[in-house]
C-alpha cells in the first residue's frame, strides 16, 4: 500500500487494511522539515552532513572511506541536486579494516552521516525518512542508507541495502529478542533511480513502528523494540564486500542519491 505523508496521517482517522496506524497524537500534531536539499551545493551538503561514519573510516566491509571538504575523490556532487559516492579498487597494501571482521582494505570509498539525528519521542512521535538512489548491485557491491544508534547499538534500521543482488533488504534490529525483521523486495534495475522511505512511529513508551516503502510501495511493518528516546544518525555509504560477496568489481562504482529528506511530527 502506498500511501504519502498526509495521507498516512489521514489513515488514523479512517482506518487502513494492512497498515498498522499512528498514534492519536500524529492527528493533532504539526509536521515540520528537519532535512531537505541538502546536496543543492557543497555549502549545503557540509551544513547538513559530516564526511565518513559517525566513528571513523572503517566499517564491516573491506572498503576505507575518504572525504573531507578538500578531499572530493569519493564523495561528491554529480550534477543539479545528486550526491555521489565513488568506490575504486586499490592494489596495495592497506592493512585490515579496524572493525569487526577485520577484512582486508581492498576499496577507498565514501560515507556522510547526517548531522540531524532522528530521536523518536513523546514531542516527536513520528518520523519520515526517504530518499532516491542510483544503487549498485554487483556481487561485492555493498550500498546502504540507514538508521543506527548514537549512544549505543542496537537501534538499527535499515531503509535501503543491497548485498550483491537486486533485492533491497529492509531490515530492524528488533532488540527485545536478540533479533532481525528483514523484508526482501526484488527490484527491477536497481541502478535507475528508485525511492526508498522509512516511517517510524512511536507505538508505546519504548517502542516504535517502522513501515517500509519501495517505489511507493508499502513492502513491510517491523516493531522495534526499546527504540523511543534513542538517538540515530542518519548514514548514506558506499561498503564493500563482507555481507555482499567477493571479489568485488576490478573498477570504479557509483551510487547515487537525490532528494533526501527528513521530517517529523511536533506534538
Not at 73 to 94: C, K, P, Y
Not at 206 to 235: C, E, L, S
Amino acid at each position: 500500500m502506498a500511501l504519502s505523508r498526509r495521507g498516512f496521517l489521514a489513515a488514523s482517522c479512517a482506518g487502513a487494511a494492512g497498515v498498522a496506524l499512528p498514534t492519536a497524537t500524529a492527528r493533532a500534531a504539526t509536521w515540520e522539515t528537519v532535512l531537505s536539499g541538502s546536496f543543492a551545493s557543497y555549502s549545503a551538503l557540509e551544513s547538513a552532513w559530516n564526511y565518513r561514519y559517525p566513528w571513523g573510516s572503517d566499517h564491516n566491509g573491506s572498503a576505507r572511506m575518504y572525504a573531507s571538504a578538500s578531499d572530493h575523490n569519493h564523495v561528491f556532487l554529480d550534477g543539479s541536486g545528486v550526491l555521489a559516492i565513488r568506490a575504486s579498487r586499490i592494489n596495495w597494501d592497506e592493512g585490515t579494516s579496524s572493525a569487526d571482521p577485520h577484512l582486508p582494505i581492498r576499496y577507498h570509498s565514501g560515507a556522510v552521516h547526517a548531522k540531524q539525528q532522528v530521536r523518536v519521542t513523546d514531542q516527536f512521535p513520528n518520523w519520515e525518512v526517504k530518499g532516491e538512489f542510483q544503487a549498485p548491485s554487483a556481487r561485492g557491491t555493498w550500498p546502504a542508507f540507514w538508521l543506527t544508534g548514537v549512544n549505543s547499538w542496537p537501534p538499527e534500521s535499515d531503509i535501503l541495502e543491497y548485498k550483491g543482488d537486486t533485492r533491497n533488504w529492509s531490515n530492524t534490529y528488533r532488540n527485545a529478542d536478540g533479533g532481525w525483521s528483514s523484508t526482501t523486495t526484488p527490484v527491477a534495475n536497481p541502478g535507475a533511480w528508485h525511492s526508498y522511505r522509512a516511517w517510524i512511529a512511536k507505538v508505546s513508551a519504548t517502542d516504535v513502528d517502522i513501515h517500509y516503502y519501495v517505489d511507493d510501495k508499502w513492502v513491510g511493518q517491523h516493531r522495534g523494540a526499546n527504540f523511543v528516546n534513542q538517538p540515530m544518525w542518519i548514514i548514506i555509504n558506499l561498503q564493500m564486500e563482507g555481507s555482499s560477496g567477493s571479489s568485488g568489481p576490478s573498477g570504479d562504482t557509483l551510487y547515487r542519491a537525490r532528494d533526501v529528506y527528513v521530517g517529523r511530527t511536533r506534538a
